[in-house]
C-alpha cells in the first residue's frame, strides 16, 4: 500500500471528504487528489500537518518507503535521533536547520568536486602542465565565498548560490573565519563600502555594537547589531526594525575584511 492510498484511508475514517481536508491543509481539492492518486507527495510541512490532523504515527505512512531505505541504506540510531528531534521543531527552527544544512552540502559538495579534479588530474595528466594560478603554500587555507550580503535592501544568499572557494592566510586569527561574504550596498560606509568582502566567523560571540550577516526573511544583510534594531552605519540609510513576527538567522559575527 502506498502513502497516498494511507492518507485516503486515514481520511475516510476521520469522515473528512477531500475538500474538507484540503481546505485544513490550505492546499487545493487537487493536491489532496494528487496525493492520494501517488502522482505528487506532500511538502514535509503538509506532511507534518496531514499526520497531526489525521492521528496517525509517521512509521504508518512510511512503512514501506522505511523497509526499501533499510535495504539500501542503513540508517543509523543516532540518525534516527536527529530525524525524532527535527519533527519537534516549530517552523522557525525547521528554517534555521534547513538553511546550516543547505549552505553545509553546498560547502562539501565543492569540496567533493575540488577532490575529484585533483584525483581525475593525478590518474591522466596533460602532456604539459600549465600553471594557470599560482600555487598556494602550506600557510594557506581555502573558505567559502557567497554573493553576496545586502548593505541596502537584502539579498537572498546561502542555499541558493553558487558557491566558491576562497584561499586566505592560515593564522591563528583567520581559523576562525568560516566563511567570506560581499557587501552590495552603501548602507555600512565607511566602514564597509560596496564591493568590500568580508570574513565572517560563527565562533565568535555576537555581542550588541558588532557588525554580523543576518538573514530576515530569508533576505541576507551585514549590519550592526542593535538592541531592538538592525543598524545601518551610513547615516543616511534607514535601520532594520526588529518584529516579533520575523524570522531572524545571525549567520554569524564579521571579524575583517579580505585582502588580496
Not at 549552505?103 to 594557470?132: A, F, G, H
Not at 557567497?146 to 586566505?168: K, M, R
Not at 570574513?199 to 550577516?213: A, C, M, P, R, T
Amino acid at each position: 500500500m502506498s502513502i497516498g492510498s494511507r492518507i485516503k484511508d486515514l481520511r475516510e475514517e476521520k469522515g473528512l471528504t477531500r475538500p474538507e481536508l484540503a481546505e485544513l491543509l490550505n492546499v487545493t481539492v487537487g493536491s489532496i487528489s494528487n496525493y492520494e492518486n501517488g502522482v505528487s507527495s506532500p511538502k514535509e510541512p503538509i506532511l507534518f500537518k496531514i499526520i497531526e490532523l489525521l492521528g496517525c504515527d509517521a512509521n504508518y505512512l512510511f512503512q514501506d518507503v522505511v523497509k526499501i531505505t533499510e535495504r539500501e541504506n542503513d540508517v543509523t540510531l543516532a540518525e534516527y535521533d536527529h530525524i525524532k528531534k527535527y519533527r519537534d521543531l516549530d517552523d522557525f527552527g525547521r528554517e534555521t536547520i534547513d538553511i546550516a544544512l543547505d549552505r553545509e552540502i553546498n560547502r562539501v559538495t565543492s569540496l567533493k568536486k575540488q577532490k575529484e579534479r585533483i584525483e581525475e588530474l593525478e590518474s591522466n595528466p596533460p602532456s604539459t602542465i600549465i600553471d594557470i594560478q599560482p600555487r598556494l603554500d602550506n600557510n594557506t587555507r581555502f573558505i567559502e565565498y557567497h554573493h553576496s550580503a545586502s548593505a541596502g535592501t537584502g539579498v537572498f544568499i546561502l542555499g541558493n548560490e553558487t558557491v566558491d572557494q576562497l584561499p586566505i592566510p592560515d593564522t591563528p586569527e583567520n581559523r576562525k573565519v568560516d566563511y567570506a561574504i560581499k557587501v552590495s550596498g552603501d548602507s555600512m560606509e565607511p566602514d564597509y563600502n560596496d564591493g568590500d568582502i568580508v570574513l565572517v566567523s560563527q565562533k565568535v560571540e555576537l555581542n550588541h555594537g558588532d557588525v554580523g550577516i543576518f538573514i530576515i526573511n530569508n533576505d541576507a544583510y551585514i549590519k550592526e547589531y542593535g538592541e531592538t534594531e538592525l543598524i545601518s552605519r551610513n547615516p543616511d540609510a534607514d535601520n532594520i526594525l526588529i518584529s516579533e513576527y520575523d524570522n531572524i538567522v545571525c549567520m554569524g559575527k564579521v571579524v575583517g575584511k579580505y585582502e588580496e
